[in-house]
């Protein structure tokens, strides 16, 4: 079984330069999330989706990031414009659901590495 | 609110010794607890969970973890360290009603030495 693939696995970006990270979920999982994880830090939550549905979207930066998924599979996370503060790794993790009995169980990809200089 | 402190950011350890990393959580509700293990530049793999059956729980790579209501505690053991087990390692925290939010510690940086 394939894991959760996420592309791109390392980025360089100048501040103020837009960027996007796309993520590809284990086949037949339902929820998607997003993390940013700090030099240092345990990954924090941006966004959760069920399906194609945003359902926890409360710690995201409505300012600058953006995130969709559409057809309910793989999702983008945009960043625009970036700063000097988003330099981070930015994890995509998905397990099958709340109704699939895996009590939260998360399975996650390799992240991007986000630079910007 | 729910939240995970794991003392100690940094454990080292000789190869062949017990291995104990430390995890505390804060939970209103009755919590699934997880242990996650990073390696270099890769994602999160989850060695262990706990979600309300044994209290003692076994993972991968020999690791185990001991609920402990009283001390709020979910620490990480493992009898004898391995070069290979020198990684991160985060506890984390969910809420039992499946609202999938994952709470994750500061995390421990494990130190295997020869």
């Known amino acids: 079984e394939a894991g959760v693939v996420q592309s791109p696995r390392y980025k360089i970006i100048e501040k103020k330069q837009p960027v996007a990270f796309w993520c590809n979920p284990i086949s037949g999982h339902n929820t998607l999330y997003w993390y940013l994880q700090n030099l240092g830090q345990g990954p924090e939550l941006l966004i959760r989706?069920?399906?194609?549905?945003?359902?926890?979207d409360s710690q995201l930066p409505k300012d600058r990031f953006s995130a969709e998924r559409l057809k309910g599979v793989d999702s983008t996370l945009k960043i625009q414009p970036a700063e000097l503060g988003d330099s981070a790794v930015y994890l995509c993790?998905?397990?099958?659901?709340?109704?699939?009995?895996?009590?939260?169980?998360?399975?996650f990809g390799p992240g991007t590495r986000l630079t910007v200089l | 609110a729910q939240s995970v402190t794991q003392l100690g950011s940094h454990v080292s350890v000789s190869e062949g010794a017990l291995v104990l990393l430390r995890c505390n959580y804060s939970?209103?509700?009755?919590?699934?607890l997880f242990w996650y293990v990073q390696y270099p530049n890769q994602g999160l793999q989850l060695l262990l969970k706990?979600?309300?059956?044994?209290?003692l729980v076994k993972g991968i790579n020999g690791f185990e973890a001991e609920f402990k209501k009283s001390e709020t505690s979910f620490h990480l053991t493992k009898p004898s360290a391995h070069m290979s087990d020198a990684a991160e390692y985060f506890c984390a925290v969910s809420h039992s009603g499946n609202t999938g939010k994952l709470i994750f510690g500061q995390g421990t940086t494990l130190q295997v030495k020869p």
């Open positions: 939970s209103s509700v009755p919590p699934y």
């Open positions: 706990y979600t309300s059956a044994a209290t």
């Open positions: 989706y069920e399906n194609e549905e945003a359902v926890d």
């Open positions: 993790a998905s397990s099958p659901g709340p109704d699939r009995g895996h009590a939260n169980e998360q399975f």
